[in-house]
């Protein structure tokens, strides 16, 4: 097996990846690992050779050095070139593996025939691909389904066969996506992808501040959309053609959707310059007008808002919607908590909201009806836009929504879903929260008590005047506005929680993920976690911190 990892003047980092495959449980003499140095001007080259010395390592690791070429693609491609391995697994130079790694991934190739394994992914300073790993996939192939598209990446372990015969190679030059490009092609020109889901094999790493990786550099929308262009392009051409119809909508979606339209969306967006901002929209904008309308509707919803938007082409309206997408989350809170035979059950409930300006306060995000459909109210400029409003039909999305609850590890970074089922209550957009539930409590105990009006009309809620019928009856628009909750309850055992074993020893934190039109949010069930002793078998153990590290009994905890 080949390990290939380019390098450009990463520093001391890259030896968190190169102890890591020295400590590797596959022997040092069924791998080898392969640097190849892409004109570091720092001490990067001179710190692997002083580790690979110190290690005694010099049989089982490479540094080849070549002149700047300003990107991955080349020193991969040299890299792939002098692999000897059966098979390849490309790393980055920041990241590193798990100690089972190599042995796992071996494995599975070996158990499932594949061209191609991925396995799991933790993400430090990144979000990491999980939905992909949920369950074992020994034979997945892109042409017939998507779940593919959650790992684009190259940190995957390549049979050499397979990359010789289809000469395989990464676009050399700065050329943005150059990974999508590959792995892409890759995935089209077999049907048999395995996966390893049930260990933690690859940690994908982003360091606060980190600079000497040239792609975070500034990225240039005319280039970048381009580089979209060539991806899209791939599923057009003779060995890797997907046939027109809604699946390859589907497959075109993920880049024109979350590639492009997705640079004109949100906070990231209005973090740019004005000018920017501008050329953004003249990039993408242009490639919207050349997609056909069947594209947008393989778009999830709130894209297909920011597609009607770009082929506009007017730069205030998106600025406005921008800033109000960049507001959207969600706010779960935990309704009960409760232990009986190790397991944690926890029910919770939570609503898609708004943020309003910087501070904590959020407002409901607002639906209305318009027959049998689900509308989001837009910003009015915004809603004006041919084409917007239409798109904002959130009917479908709704109906889709997934709500998860996560489990995220502390110490390692892994993330675990955890199945759950959920329902979706309207809530009248009016309804004032708790005050208001109390005034109907009032107002109904005092209907069934048939008091009279005298004093009916002095309890709060009850009275009516013409003022209040006034803003009773409203307008039909405002009778039909209402927001979203989402309500769910779920179990964690954490003797089978990851795929059936006992969680790995440290702290677990609790998550829920909410999923709705193509918004998807993780956030914490602040306080609640399990803790999985390190010098015990794992004891099914869970807590729920108070203030001032006081635990209370966690049936009565509260979010």
């Known amino acids: 097996m080949s390990i290939v990892v380019p390098t450009h003047n990463t520093g001391t980092t890259v030896l968190t990846g190169l102890r890591s495959f020295l400590g590797q449980t596959m022997p040092r003499t069924d791998f080898e690992v392969l640097y190849v140095d892409d004109g570091s001007t720092d001490d990067t080259v001179a710190l692997l050779e002083a580790e690979v010395a110190a290690q005694e390592a010099e049989s089982v690791v490479r540094v080849i050095r070549i ?127 395995a996966t390893v889901h049930d260990y933690t094999c690859y940690h994908w790493v982003r360091h606060p501040g980190e600079d000497h990786n040239i792609s975070y550099g500034t990225i240039e929308p005319g280039p970048y959309v381009d580089s979209i262009r060539r991806v899209l392009a791939i599923l057009d051409a003779p060995d890797t053609r997907v046939a027109p119809g809604r699946h390859r909508y589907r497959l075109a979606a993920n880049w024109y959707g979350k590639k492009a339209l997705a640079r004109l969306s949100g906070q990231g967006f209005l973090d740019q310059p004005g000018p920017r901002r501008a050329e953004w929209l003249d990039a993408v904008g242009a490639l919207a007008a050349e997609m056909p309308p069947e594209a947008d509707a393989a778009l999830t919803t709130r894209l297909r808002i920011v597609a009607a938007l770009a082929r506009h082409r007017e730069l205030q309206p998106l600025v406005e919607h921008a800033q109000f997408e960049a507001g959207v989350d969600h706010r779960p809170r935990v309704r009960s908590a409760a232990r009986k035979d190790g397991r944690l059950t926890v029910r919770c409930e939570t609503r898609l909201v708004r943020r309003k300006g910087k501070g904590t306060s959020t407002a409901p995000l607002v639906f209305s009806r318009a027959g049998r459909r689900r509308l989001l109210r837009l910003p009015p400029r915004v809603a004006a836009v041919p084409g917007a409003r239409e798109a904002a039909d959130f009917t479908k999305a709704v109906q889709r929504s997934n709500v998860r609850g996560l489990l995220r590890h502390r110490e390692g970074g892994t993330v675990l879903s955890v199945p759950l089922d959920h329902r979706v209550v309207e809530v009248p957009a009016r309804d004032g929260g708790a005050a208001a539930e109390t005034v109907a409590r009032v107002a109904r105990a005092a209907r069934r008590m048939r008091l009279p009006a005298r004093l009916t009309s002095r309890l709060p809620g009850t009275a009516r005047t013409q003022e209040t019928r006034t803003k009773e009856e409203g307008t039909q628009e405002e009778a039909d506005s209402y927001s979203l909750s989402f309500e769910t309850e779920f179990t964690v055992d954490p003797s089978t929680a990851d795929n059936g074993k006992p969680l790995a020893p440290g702290t677990w934190d609790l998550q829920l993920q909410l999923g709705c039109g193509g918004w998807r949010f993780a956030r914490p069930l602040r306080g609640y976690s399990i803790e999985v002793p390190a010098d015990e078998p794992p004891r099914r153990r869970a807590r729920r911190e108070g203030p001032a590290g006081r635990r209370p009994a966690l049936a009565a905890g509260r979010g």
């Open 67 to 193: 002149a700047n070429s300003g990107w991955p693609g080349k020193p991969r491609n040299i890299g792939m070139d002098a692999a000897r391995g059966e098979f390849v697994h490309f790393v980055d130079d920041d990241d590193w593996l798990a100690p089972e790694a190599l042995e796992r991934l071996w494995a599975r190739a070996h158990e499932t025939g594949a061209d191609i394994v991925v396995g799991r992914m933790a993400g430090h300073g990144r979000r990491a691909p999980r939905a992909l790993f949920e369950k074992p996939l020994a034979a997945a192939d892109l042409r017939t389904g998507r779940e593919l598209l959650a790992s684009m990446t190259v940190h995957k372990l390549f049979r050499s066969s397979f990359l010789r015969e289809n000469e395989l190679r990464f676009a050399e030059g700065q050329v943005r996506l150059e990974d999508h490009m590959f792995t892409l092609r890759a995935y089209l020109l077999t049907s048999r992808v």
